[in-house]
């Protein structure tokens, strides 16, 4: 029977595996198993241990997903996170994991690891999934919960832990406010705009098949709940505090903006790559296959910069999700398709592909952005809608803003006052924010707290 199931794994991922090299190519493919052997390496660290037999962490971080690169998001910058944490403090984390919790705690030079019952989305309440958490709090002793990110959980079950338990609750997009936490209507290829109702969300989010539908009407009476009853809530800009702000008439208790750091590369800060007479600049549109992130614009975009016949230009898509997208963004006429990269490689990949100009083009209002900081900081310009996170950052230099609902038009107008010179030379942008930087903001926050 197990071998059964082992070949029927090993089938499909075959599967998935050819999938992506025809979506994203061959590099992609060896940098998405680089990640999974390291991660696998990293969890074979942790020593298998008794709950009882755990040393005492004050903090427990509690997170939807494993650590890992390749979910991108919250779950990259958590390991990032962690990995400095480890380096000053002792550190307690919990994560779903094989269909149960596993708790890895990092003290006193020694890595351990315990596995719990209750796994995320057992039950439409969470129960199972708090009293795993109840369990993990008890074992470690910790006086503080910190929940990284609400997408993914249960937000009863999130309720009930706050009023119980002093938590910190670090929000990175709407999932208070939606059970889409990205706000993307697929059926418009545009934000919800914010829905006026919870009835309107419900029927949106019926009308686009979303199963969380269901659920829709008490959702932003419990996470305004939920923001009532955190001990601090944390945002990664102060445009999503704003929104939280607005849409709830609260940001929470003590609110604290905490933008999430990126290793900076040893790289000039400010140096513009070559790039030989002969070949069009490069543009790197950072976004993958994903609708939301758009790569749909993009498609249109190269149509028709082919199609009028503009100075050429060389295009790299950089990113995964959407692998069908992707596919059709390789048959594009000087579109080059990397896919997949590792986590905090961006901005080396930037500098060897010469790239001159990096592309953004979400249909949501972001929250952040690491991709706008790994380019910033290896010293190439930015040019992405004003909308969200990244209007109040690229006011700061480093980029060219485009309008917030950008059209093909628009985009193909800046694109070429751009290529051919008209466009100023933006200012350079402030000092990245770094991955130790938001380590030390977090302890600050723990030990006042």
Known sequence: MNGGRSLRRARRNSLLLG??????????????????????????????????????????????????????????QLGALMHQQERHRDTALLYPWRDALRLEVVAD????????????????????????????????????????????????????????RPTVLSLHDFALFCPRPNLYDPRRGAPCGYCHDAQTCRETLLASGHPGAARALGWRATGAELLAAARSVV????????????????????????????????LSPWRWPWTPRTAGPRIAFLGGGGPHKGSLLLAAVVEEWTRRALPALRWEVLGSGGAQHLRSLRRLPGVRVRGYYRHGSLG??????????????????????????ESLAAGVPVMAPAQGALAERLA?????????SASVADVVAAL????????????PPPPMPTSGAAAASFARLFDEL
């Not at 998405?32 to 903090?59: G, K, N, Q, S």
């Not at 596995?115 to 129960?127: A, F, W």
């Not at 592909?353 to 900081?373: G, I």
């Not at 070429?416 to 200012?427: K, V, Y």
């Open 348 to 373: 080396t990949l930037l500098r060897e592909r010469r790239v001159a100009l990096a592309l953004l083009l979400p249909q949501v209002p972001e929250s952040f952005s690491l991709s706008l900081s």
């Open 235 to 266: 945002y990664p800009s102060q445009f999503l505090l704003d929104a939280h702000q607005k849409l709830f008439g609260t940001a929470g208790s003590q609110p604290r903006v905490i933008e999430p750091g990126i290793e900076v590369p040893r």
């Open 109 to 164: 030079g020694r890595r351990l690891a315990a596995r719990l019952e209750g796994g995320v989305g057992e039950d439409d309440k969470g129960e199972l999934w708090a009293a795993g958490v109840e369990r993990a709090v008890t074992a470690v002793g910790a006086r503080l919960v910190h929940v990284e990110g609400a997408a993914g959980l249960p937000l009863p079950g999130l309720l009930a832990l706050a009023r119980r």
């Open 19 to 76: 999938e992506l090299w025809r979506a994203e190519g061959p590099a992609g493919v060896v940098d998405r198993l680089r990640d999974h052997f390291a991660a696998a390496r990293r969890r074979r660290r942790f020593r298998p241990t008794p709950l009882a037999a755990l040393p005492e962490v004050a903090v427990l971080r509690v997170a939807a997903a494993p650590p890992v690169p390749w979910l991108g998001g919250v779950p990259a």
């Open 416 to 427: 070429a006052e751009w290529s051919a010179g008209r466009s100023e030379l933006p200012p």
């Open 396 to 404: 700061g230099g480093g980029g060219y803003l485009l309008p917030e």
